[in-house]
């Protein structure tokens, strides 16, 4: 079975603070694959980022950053210089390959909270 | 229009009502979902169609019909809801690459979602 667990379920930091997310997952597929989505208050889940279990290389784009370690199942992502406009609820979710994989797993979410 | 609507955003309804909600994707996606969501809870998979046949069905209960006419319009036909129904159900599609026997999925892109209340 798959497991996504995002243990910080709240988090506020001051504006112009850099802040990580956590995720972890568990899985017996060889091939998988990592999102993080963004869930702003009007509701809509906004995809952010799709990673692929043999792409390992950590990404950047513009403020977001995300740090791939397979060996600790950990697929964590940070908002360097945070905006009011980052506060949402982020959720983390994995997806396996073959037969069943339209089956996105989500973690449980993580609120941040960017004060000004 | 663009990426995926749904109609209504806020729906409020009886126990005894009938009523639909409607999702439209402008991606040219072949495959369709309906998601629940729930307070404090994670998000649960309810239907998949693709290629307008509906592969996965996750226990659902029957007040709960899906119908996808084509590959852009998918439907939920509620009926004789709970209370506990109420939720905000979200529509998501992607472009299937392995169709009905199973496959890689492109990435989902989801819709705003109907705000549902049940009295």
């Known amino acids: 079975a798959q497991k996504v667990t995002q243990a910080q379920t709240e988090i506020s930091v001051v504006e112009k603070e850099d802040v990580t997310l956590d995720c972890v997952y568990e899985?017996?597929?060889?091939?998988?694959?990592l999102f993080w989505y963004k869930q702003p208050p009007s509701g809509e889940l906004v995809f952010l980022i799709r990673r692929n279990s043999f792409d390992e290389q950590n990404e950047i784009s513009g403020r977001y950053s995300w740090n791939f370690q397979k060996s600790t199942s950990s697929f964590n992502f940070t908002i360097t210089a945070s905006q009011v406009v980052d506060s949402a609820v982020y959720f983390c979710?994995?997806?396996?390959?073959?037969?069943?994989?339209?089956?996105?797993?989500f973690g449980k979410g993580t609120k941040l909270s960017v004060i000004p | 229009e663009t990426g995926v609507t749904q109609t209504p955003r806020h729906l409020v309804m009886g126990m005894t009502n009938k009523k639909s909600l409607k999702c439209e994707q402008h991606?040219?996606?072949?495959?369709m979902y309906w998601y629940k969501q729930s307070a404090k809870k994670p998000l649960e998979l309810m239907f998949v169609?693709?290629?307008?046949?509906?592969?996965e069905n996750n226990s659902v209960p029957s007040r709960f019909s899906p119908e996808c006419p084509n590959s852009s319009h998918l439907f939920l036909h509620l009926h004789t809801l709970q209370p506990e129904d109420s939720a905000l159900y979200l529509c998501?599609?992607?472009?299937?690459?392995?169709?009905?026997?199973?496959?890689?999925?492109?990435?989902?892109?989801f819709g705003p979602g109907t705000r549902l209340t049940v009295l």
């Open positions: 979710a994995l997806s396996g390959s073959g037969a069943g994989s339209y089956q996105l797993t």
């Open positions: 998501a599609s992607s472009q299937d690459t392995g169709g009905p026997s199973g496959g890689i999925t492109d990435t989902q892109y």
């Open positions: 991606l040219g996606h072949n495959a």
């Open positions: 899985t017996r597929d060889t091939t998988y694959y």
């Open positions: 169609y693709s290629l307008e046949e509906r592969v």
